[in-house]
């Protein structure tokens, strides 16, 4: 008589490489999906850096192309202008500003002296923006200018920007 020994395990008809292989492939496909995952996930905690909409050229902004805006980016960065030290100074301004109006007692004065400030830096983005156009617009060819103003006529005329006077 026969006795089975319970604890034998039955063979496999799969060879040992091939499972060692798929363990392999199963650890690099988790290894490539976790590397997508994590960029994904950093791009979000980290995104690229600001283009020149940080000095927004209003309804010219949308006109100019993704390399215009870009070399006037790198125009303002050559004269050591620093785009993200402005938004903080206008963030700054902004909670001195709502500070003052929360206060007791109200101060007319230091809040019109913190719009007149945040006035003033605005003032200044804005001139900077302006520069910056006009000097880009200088480089261009005029085939790249009669392109941009064509741009910029359809975005008027399809309600991206305001309304052209008449």
């Known amino acids: ?19 060692v292989l798929l363990g392999v492939s199963l650890t690099l496909n988790l290894l490539v999906a976790g590397v997508v995952v994590g960029g994904i996930l950093g791009h979000d905690r980290h995104p690229s850096r600001p283009e020149i909409e940080e000095v927004n ?40 500003l709502i500070g003052a109006l929360e206060a007791e007692p109200w101060d007319q004065g230091a809040v019109a002296a913190m719009i007149g400030r945040y006035r003033e830096r605005t003032l200044g983005r804005i001139g900077i923006g302006e520069r910056l156009m006009i ?3 200088e480089q261009m060819q ?20 305001p309304p052209r006077d008449r």
């Not at 303002?76 to 301004?93: H, V, Y």
């Not at 005029?142 to 991206?160: I, T």
């Open 135 to 137: 000097e880009r617009l």
């Open 1 to 19: 008589m026969t006795q089975e020994n319970s604890t034998a395990k039955p063979a496999s008809g799969t060879p040992t490489w091939v499972r």
């Open 57 to 96: 050229l209003g309804p010219f902004t949308g006109a100019f192309s993704r390399d215009d805006r870009e070399a006037m980016r790198r125009a303002a960065d050559a004269e050591g202008l620093s785009f993200r030290a402005m938004r903080r100074e206008a963030r700054e301004d902004l909670d001195a």
């Open 142 to 161: 005029p085939a790249e200018r009669r392109a941009f103003a064509e741009r910029l006529r359809q975005g008027f005329d399809h309600g991206r920007m």
